[in-house]
């Protein structure tokens, strides 16, 4: 029988996801006893066969069953119980792909969040609450929640499910933490590609899709400008930056946008992928807005995916000024950029 784990002094919800196993894994090596959550009868068995992969030291680790759409997460006795030293949480969970109904976004983008922060609030060490978010949420300074129903049906209407439901949910936490009572910090990170060194990844939308159209020939015309931004980050500096917030954050709320503004301006970074790659790069750029009225079938470009398409640049001076404390700093962007393109297509096409 192998030991007892000691009490988890973390529990990260969403621990079976591309980021969050990233995080569990630079948790233990960390040497912090974790709970990781998990949804399913194999999920857990799967992430312990991940982290044997990478080299993880598992006897800090404890799995227990939990689901973010359930009041107090569903988690039942024993695990409850497990629990009870537990002083920081991640709240990872989230359900990411476009084409979602709003009925299938809410549950987990909107009303698990708040299940996660409720739960949180009843842990007698509470430390920290960590709440992943999105790179483009976070940025008013006076979120609205609830919305009243014509507001938030254009909010719907105006961004699709998974947008929409991410940014109603980041606004959800930060007004309900401050009324419960725990210390909260959303991370909005920005496209989140593959490990620095490796390229692995484990997520299939975003800047992905971009990858496989490239790869594909099915990306003749680019819809961007000169100045769109598409920012990245790498899982594995992410996943640093978010292990360190519990011990450096002491703000009530505190919002940080992780991302390399160092990443080459979204044309540029398609051509250069493009030359890595082998294949032709788009012949020419075109407006987002025209081609939001064009059909879908001749652009080929998913509505929710032209909604991250933007000349915008984001605030990153708290991000930056926690990761220069830490000596972290962003791995060199185009190798990464290649590494994990290059490893998508190679791993699609086998």
């Keep these: 029988m192998p030991p007892t784990p000691p009490p988890p002094r973390v529990l990260v919800l969403g621990a079976t996801g591309f980021i969050g196993r990233w995080l569990v894994l630079e948790l233990l090596g960390r040497g912090t006893p ?37 009041p107090g997460l569903g988690i039942g006795g024993e695990d409850e119980a497990r629990l009870g030293e537990v002083r920081d949480v991640y709240n990872l969970a989230a359900r990411y792909q476009f084409g979602l109904t709003r009925a299938e976004a809410e549950p987990v983008n909107v009303q698990g969040a708040l299940n996660a ?43 699709g499910a998974y947008p929409a439901s991410k940014r109603l949910g980041d606004a959800a936490i930060r007004v309900t933490a401050p009324e419960l009572g725990v210390p909260l910090t959303t991370v909005n990170p920005g496209n989140v590609i593959g490990h620095s060194q490796t390229g692995e990844y484990g997520q299939r939308f975003g800047l992905a899709t971009v990858v496989r159209q490239l790869k594909a020939g099915q990306l003749p015309l680019l819809p961007s400008s000169k100045r769109t931004f598409v920012p990245v980050v790498t899982v594995d500096h992410l996943a640093a ?12 709320v505190q919002v940080h946008t992780v991302l ?20 032709r790069p788009p012949r020419a750029i075109v407006p ?7 059909p879908r079938g001749i652009t080929g470009a998913s509505p929710e995916a032209l909604t991250f398409l933007s000349e915008d640049q984001y605030d990153t001076a708290s991000a930056t000024r926690l990761a220069a404390t830490l000596g972290l700093t962003h ?4 190798p990464a950029l290649q590494r994990w393109a290059g490893r998508l297509v190679a791993e699609s096409s086998s």
Excluded at 241 to 252: I, R, T, W
Excluded at 270 to 276: C, F, N, S, T
Excluded at 288 to 294: D, I, S, T
């Design 331 to 334: 791995p060199p962007v185009v």
């Design 241 to 252: 930056f978010l292990a360190a917030v519990p011990d450096f954050d002491d703000a009530p």
């Design 288 to 294: 987002v807005g025209l081609v939001r009225h064009l």
């Design 34 to 70: 974790v709970a990781a959550s998990f949804r399913g009868t194999t999920a857990g068995a799967a992430l312990r066969r991940w982290l044997r992969t990478h080299g993880a030291d598992e006897s800090g680790l404890t799995t227990v069953a939990a689901d973010v759409t359930a």
């Design 117 to 159: 922060l409720r739960w949180s609030a009843t842990r007698p060490l509470l430390r920290r609450h960590v709440h992943l978010s999105g790179y483009r949420t976070g940025s008013d300074t006076h979120p609205r929640y609830p919305l009243a129903t014509q507001a938030a049906d254009t909010l719907y209407s105006t961004h």
């Design 260 to 279: 390399d503004p160092a990443t080459p301006f979204f044309p540029e970074l398609v051509e250069q992928l493009a030359g890595h790659l082998g294949v």
